[in-house]
């Protein structure tokens, strides 16, 4: 299989997620936000702290980019790895399948509220949703397929591989 390519809102499940079904297929993960951490040396509070968010971005569309060399992964994306129209170009979307996590905000921002995501701690809880508010139409437009999200990762997986069986839904026909 090509590659399955999570994306979504910080909170949406990509990692629990994602980590279920490259096990249930059979398929590498991978960790795109792992990956810039072990290439950086530092986790990625250090590196918004550092060198600034500016900075994180481009290790982060060098990441996006890396992917057209890969077969046969599962990749958790971080939640503004496919947001810029450049990184979401960089997907081959007929190569590689983009599964959209949609969750609601308020089931994010629970999830995520107490973590150390430097957008979350830089951010209030209103200038959060209106970054969710700006984001999902860039995963909608990025995705070749959509799933709702909220349920039990075991569902989700469950779901993400048997629409990994068929067709995409949209965008790379
Ligand atoms: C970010 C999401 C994070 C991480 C970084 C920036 C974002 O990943 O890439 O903190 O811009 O939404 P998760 O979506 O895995 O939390």
Redesign the pocket.
Known sequence: MNNLILCG????G??TVGRLVAQLAGMAYLDL?QQIEAAAGLP?PEI?ARFGQAH?RRL?HEAVAGLARLENRVV?T????L?SPENAAAIDRKHDRVVFLDVPFPVCYER?RLSD???VRQNTVEQLEALFASRRPRYLAAATDTVAAAGPPQQVAQEILALAARPPACGAL
Request: hydrophobic share 50%.
């Open positions: 809102f910080m909170g949406c990509k990692t936000d990625i918004f994180f982060e958790a971080g939640g503004g790895a947001v995520i995501r430097p957008l």
